[in-house]
């Protein structure tokens, strides 16, 4: 499978403040994804980052505070905009297999902490 | 829209025994795909296992197995001569088919292996 790293690997901001997330891959790869893992919590897609189009939202996630883009087949970010501590969170990335779409593979994680 | 339900919030076993972890699921869809993920305190999100829906036979990879049912809507993994490392949290999810395979996940169920 692809190796997907994510930078930062942590941080801690202020309120009102933005933070970019990098997610890149070794690798050309299909579909990425992003997710929202609150504390104690399972996981929330937030959207399907496209290559070269706009991403594709779930609902409660909107385009204005989680902007993504998706320059290439193996990179993406997402910035979390004007930061509150509800959005303290861990961050992943997911992209699918060159083998078969269905199956989806994470990166490492950003852990937000928001002040 | 799909559901995955984990009815059992933590589980713990001795080293060497063997766990099950249940999960059931209610999807509308034909073709999906049914995986659990483990996430250790790491937080990497690490595959462990897919089962597709079309196939009868269920899914093995090493110590790990799974008891696909399908008309019954349940997909339980089995863990056999549980590891120290397999202390995690386990996390069934399904796919949402169609064309761009969302993953929608349980709750999960927090493993302790104990010494």
């Known amino acids: 499978s692809a190796v997907i790293s994510q930078k930062p690997s942590r941080d801690i901001c202020q309120r009102g403040t933005s933070l970019t997330i990098q997610c890149q891959v070794d690798s050309q790869v299909t579909m990425m994804f992003w997710y929202r893992q609150q504390p104690g919590q399972s996981l929330t897609l937030i959207a399907t980052?496209?290559?070269?189009?706009?991403?594709?939202?779930e609902s409660g996630f909107v385009i204005d505070k989680f902007p993504i883009s998706r320059p290439n087949l193996t990179f993406s970010t997402l910035t979390v905009s004007n930061m509150s501590p509800e959005d303290s969170s861990i961050y992943l990335c997911s992209v699918t297999g060159t083998s078969g779409v269905e199956t989806q593979y994470f990166g490492p994680g950003t852990r937000l902490l928001v002040l | 829209a799909q559901t995955v339900t984990q009815s059992q919030p933590e589980m713990s076993v001795q080293e060497a025994e063997t766990v099950t972890l249940s999960c059931t699921y209610d999807t509308s869809e034909n073709n999906y795909y049914l995986f659990w993920y483990k996430q250790p305190p790491s937080r990497q999100m690490i595959l462990v296992i897919r089962q597709e829906a079309y196939k009868q036979q269920n899914a093995t990879e090493n110590r790990f197995s799974v008891n696909f049912q399908k008309a019954a809507k349940s997909f339980s993994l089995k863990i056999s001569d549980s590891q120290l490392g397999d202390t995690a949290m386990y996390f069934c999810a399904c796919t949402s088919g169609g064309s761009n395979y969302k993953l929608t996940f349980g709750k999960g169920t927090l493993l302790t292996v104990n010494p």
């Open positions: 980052a496209n290559q070269g189009s706009e991403a594709t939202y």
